[in-house]
Nanobody, 127 residues
């Protein structure tokens, strides 16, 4: 079982950058890790994900070109670098980890594949 703890949220302005971090504790080699977000009144949506061993990242269309997911295996930490933030990026951001066999855009973006979730960190982008 892997535990995940996010950090790095806050209040920023339109166009700012922010980096989220997620520490994963436990045996992570077989895991896939991802970021999801949920805005008030909306369903949880996929942001980005990667294969812990092989990277192979996937991004939601709204994230591509602005967000970068990465990981530091030595620190057991997953990152999400977010640039050019917009008010519509305002949400609670969740880190998630899971072990599932097939790695493709569909499986990476499916929240039901992730069994380990953090508590979430709030990001508010003001206009």
């Amino acid at each position: 079982q892997v535990q995940v703890v996010e950090s790095g949220g806050g209040l920023v302005q339109d166009g700012d950058s922010l980096r989220l971090a997620c520490i994963l504790t436990g045996h992570t080699d077989e895991y896939k890790a991802a970021w999801f977000r949920q805005a008030p009144g909306s369903e949880r949506e996929f942001v980005a994900a990667l294969h812990w061993n092989h990277r192979l990242p996937y991004y939601a269309r709204s994230s591509e070109g602005r967000f970068t997911i990465s990981r530091d295996k030595a620190k057991n930490t997953l990152y999400l670098q977010m640039n050019s933030l917009k008010p519509e990026d305002t949400a609670v951001y969740y880190c998630a980890a899971g072990t599932f066999q097939y790695w493709n855009r569909g499986t990476a973006g499916d929240p039901t594949n992730y069994s380990n979730w953090g508590q979430g960190t709030q990001i508010t982008v003001s206009s």
